[in-house]
């Protein structure tokens, strides 16, 4: 069987930045079969399901795709160097080690003694976009009992994870010359609605993922130094917890506000899974080190809602989009372990 790391070396060769994956993909389907499975494409999208009987079906699925290179590298980006034990590369650690652990995992559980059950493969694309990715792919697959999304999470497993919710916040006034005062400044409208914003408090704390968090990151209002302004609008980044339906956080937001609020996105959910369902046990088991917690970061989990769903891979999410990115050859290779650890556990805890 090849080894991971070359694996991995030859994903992170390969560029794949959302919506240009079609060489890394041609690249997993040769490997997939050279492993005896039998791809199949969707798109920039490919999945290989390993089919052990009747049982149980377990979703793995990670992403092909990776943000641009960005600036500041001294290495090479593409050149998936290996120095001192660790793979530099853009996507070496987000998340194509996850997806050359989860795919290696994957063969060596079906190697020999192979589980009861299905497991379906799924490499999918433009994850850091949440474009066309996972969420047009799985209509198209029998769904899944319960997921195991591959990101990096120093083989810890994510239990739950935030959601966003992106708003916008119109304030309006009155043009009028600033040297002859009148008019109804804007911008004083929309400090108002800030400073009302940061004292606005919600008080349901999530075991996992504590109470959501609320920013205003954007403002932009005013023309000229001499025009009292007429307009300006606030962004707002808003981090949700399942304890909050989207449209309870809006109407506070609405409620707490003067200006006219507009929702720019609430399509991202709050996600989360019982610590005791089987798919998070056997994360546990294959790695008996690792603390369940709650992800502040989104993933393409957001588009699992309903499927019991444990994120977890090798690496350091704290690495992800940084010049100079990489993995530890080890921690690739613990990954390879947790997988297929993970993987023979589910299928014991979930159909003994
Ligand atoms: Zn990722």
Redesign the pocket.
């Known amino acids: 069987m090849i080894l991971a790391v070359e694996l991995l070396r030859d994903l992170v060769r390969i560029p794949s930045p959302s919506g240009r994956e079609d060489a890394v993909v041609a690249r997993l389907e040769d490997e997939f079969r050279r492993l005896g499975w039998t791809p199949q494409r969707h798109g920039r999208n490919l999945t290989a399901l390993l089919d052990g009987g009747p049982g149980p079906l377990l979703l793995l699925n ?2 092909t795709d990776t943000v641009p290179v960005g600036e500041n590298w001294t290495k090479d980006p593409h050149a998936a160097q290996v120095e001192n034990g660790r793979i530099y590369g853009r996507g070496a650690n ?2 194509k080690g ?1 997806l050359a652990a989860m795919i290696l995992g994957a063969a060596q559980a079906f190697a020999k003694d192979a589980p009861k059950g299905r497991v379906l493969v799924a490499a999918s694309c433009e ?2 976009v949440l474009g066309k990715g996972l969420e047009k792919l799985l209509p198209l697959l029998p769904r899944p009992d319960a997921a195991v999304v591959g ?2 999470t120093g083989l810890n497993p994510a239990v739950a994870q935030k959601g966003l919710i992106v708003l916008e916040i119109d304030a309006s006034g009155r043009a009028a010359h600033a040297a002859h005062g009148g008019g109804v400044n804007a911008v004083e409208g929309a400090a108002r609605d800030v400073l009302a914003l940061s004292k606005l408090r919600f008080d349901k704390v999530h075991p996992a993922l504590g109470a959501p968090t609320l920013n205003v990151t954007q403002i932009s209002g005013g023309s000229s130094h001499n025009v009292i302004p007429d307009r300006c609008t606030l962004v707002v980044d808003i981090r949700t917890t399942p304890d909050y339906a989207p449209d309870e956080i809006v109407a506070r937001v609405r409620e707490a506000v003067e200006g006219s609020v507009r929702v720019r996105s609430s399509r991202l959910d709050s996600v989360a899974t019982d610590p005791a369902h089987p798919v998070v046990q056997a994360a546990l088991a294959a790695n008996p080190a690792g603390k369940p917690y709650g992800s502040p970061t989104l ?1 393409d989990w957001v588009f699992l809602k309903g499927v019991p769903t444990v994120k977890a891979g090798p690496g350091d ?1 704290r690495r ?1 989009h940084t010049p100079d990115e990489y993995l530890e050859v080890a921690e690739l290779e613990a990954g390879v372990r947790f997988y297929e650890a993970l993987i023979r556990n589910y299928f014991l805890k979930a159909a003994p």
């Open positions: 990670s992403h987000d998340a996850c994850e850091e990101e990096p993933s999410s992800s």
